[in-house]
C-alpha cells in the first residue's frame, strides 16, 4: 500500500511514522508513506493557498490552484491511486471502508484547511470523500491518520494482516471480549478461572459469549445489524431464559415490574 498525504502540515505526520505498527509496516516495506507540502505548488513570494470566500463571510477557503497542483502530482507518481479528500461532509468512515481501501494499490488523502477547499477541485480531481465523524476538526490531517493507521493493520504481512483482517471480519459488529495479563490477582480482583485451565475449547466458549453479553450491554445497537451463528443464539437464548426465570420466581403480584419502574 502506497499512501501519499497532501497537507500543508506535513511535519505533522513524522511522529505518525515513527512509531508502533506503522512504523513496523514502513520498515517491513508493506506499506510506503509520503507527504506533499501543498504549499510548494503555490505561486507568489509568500507561496499563499488560502483566500477570502466570494460573498464574503468570516474564514477563509482553500485556493484551488496550488491544491489542483498538488493533487495532480500525486497522480502522476501514483496513476494507480484511488484520491480521497477528508471531509466532514463525506461518507463515515467504517471498519468496512477501511477493508476495501486496504484492496487497493494506493491512496492520495488531501487534507484541508480552513472552512474548506474551492468546490472546483473535487469535480475532477477527487474520487472519494470520508469522513472520520460527526464532529469539525481544524484540519483533515488527523483524518488521514485515522484512515492510514486503520488500512496499515489490514494489509496483509502487517502484524500478521490477513489472520487478523478475517478475525475482525468474523467478530465485525460484536465488541471484544475482556483482556487479561500477568499478575492472576490484581488489587483483589482475579482473572476469570477458565481463562487459566488450558482448555482452549471452553476458552473460545467463554470469550464468545464475554463478547456478546458485552456488545449487549454496551452497544445493542450493533447486535440488530449482525446474524447470529447458532452457537450465539444459543448463548443468548440461555442469557435469556435464566432472565425470565429470575423476573417469573420475584416478581410480586401488584408490582409494576415494567421497563423504568423503581
Ligand atoms: N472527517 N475537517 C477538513 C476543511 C475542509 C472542509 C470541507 C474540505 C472540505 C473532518 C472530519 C473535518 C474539518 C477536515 C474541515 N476540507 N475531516 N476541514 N470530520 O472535520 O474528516
Known amino acids: 500500500m502506497k499512501f501519499t498525504v497532501l497537507s500543508i502540515f506535513p511535519e505533522l505526520f513524522d511522529s505518525f511514522r515513527a512509531h508502533g505498527m506503522v512504523r513496523r509496516a514502513l520498515e517491513l516495506r508493506k506499506i510506503e508513506m509520503s507527504t506533499v507540502q501543498i504549499r510548494d505548488f503555490a505561486e507568489g513570494r509568500h507561496r499563499v493557498t488560502d483566500d477570502r470566500p466570494y460573498g464574503g463571510g468570516?474564514?477563509?477557503?482553500?485556493?484551488?490552484?496550488?491544491?489542483?497542483?498538488?493533487?495532480?502530482?500525486?497522480?502522476?507518481?501514483?496513476?494507480?491511486?484511488?484520491t480521497i479528500l477528508l471531509t466532514p461532509q463525506g461518507r463515515l468512515f467504517k471498519q468496512g471502508l477501511a477493508r476495501q481501501l486496504a484492496a487497493e494499490k494506493a491512496l492520495i488523502l488531501i487534507c484541508g484547511r480552513?472552512?474548506?477547499?474551492?468546490?472546483?477541485?473535487?469535480?475532477?480531481?477527487?474520487?472519494?470523500?470520508?469522513?472520520?465523524?460527526?464532529?469539525?476538526?481544524?484540519?483533515?490531517?488527523?483524518?488521514?491518520?485515522?484512515?492510514?493507521?486503520?488500512?496499515?493493520?489490514?494489509?496483509?504481512?502487517?502484524?500478521?494482516?490477513?489472520?487478523?483482517?478475517?478475525?475482525?471480519?468474523?467478530?465485525?459488529?460484536?465488541?471484544?471480549?475482556?483482556?487479561?495479563t500477568r499478575p492472576r490477582e490484581f488489587e483483589?480482583?482475579?482473572?476469570?478461572?477458565?481463562?487459566?485451565?488450558?482448555?482452549?475449547a471452553e476458552i473460545e466458549r467463554w470469550r464468545l459469549e464475554a463478547s456478546l453479553v458485552r456488545t449487549f450491554l454496551k452497544r445493542r445497537d450493533l447486535l440488530?445489524?449482525?446474524?447470529?451463528?447458532?452457537?450465539?443464539?444459543?448463548?443468548?437464548?440461555?442469557?435469556?431464559?435464566?432472565?425470565?426465570?429470575?423476573?417469573?420466581?420475584?416478581?410480586?403480584?401488584?408490582?409494576?415490574?415494567?421497563?423504568?419502574?423503581?
Not at 474551492?118 to 491518520?145: F, K, P, Q
Not at 483483589?188 to 482452549?200: I, K, M, R, T, W
Not at 440488530?224 to 425470565?244: D, G, Q, Y
Open 58 to 82: 468570516c474564514g477563509m477557503v482553500m485556493k484551488p490552484e496550488p491544491l489542483a497542483g498538488a493533487i495532480r502530482s500525486a497522480k502522476a507518481r501514483f496513476p494507480e491511486a484511488r
Open 114 to 180: 480552513y472552512e474548506g477547499v474551492d468546490e472546483r477541485v473535487g469535480l475532477n480531481l477527487v474520487d472519494d470523500e470520508i469522513s472520520i465523524g460527526d464532529y469539525v476538526l481544524t484540519g483533515g490531517e488527523l483524518g488521514a491518520m485515522v484512515i492510514m493507521d486503520a488500512v496499515t493493520r489490514l494489509v496483509p504481512g502487517v502484524l500478521g494482516g490477513e489472520e487478523s483482517a478475517q478475525k475482525d471480519s468474523f467478530s465485525d459488529h460484536l465488541l471484544e471480549h475482556a483482556h487479561y
Open 188 to 200: 483483589g480482583q482475579a482473572v476469570p478461572e477458565v481463562l487459566l485451565s488450558g482448555n482452549h
Open 224 to 262: 440488530h445489524k449482525r446474524p447470529l451463528s447458532s452457537e450465539e443464539t444459543a448463548i443468548l437464548t440461555r442469557w435469556c431464559r435464566e432472565i425470565e426465570k429470575i423476573i417469573s420466581l420475584n416478581s410480586a403480584p401488584g408490582v409494576d415490574s415494567s421497563p423504568g419502574a423503581e
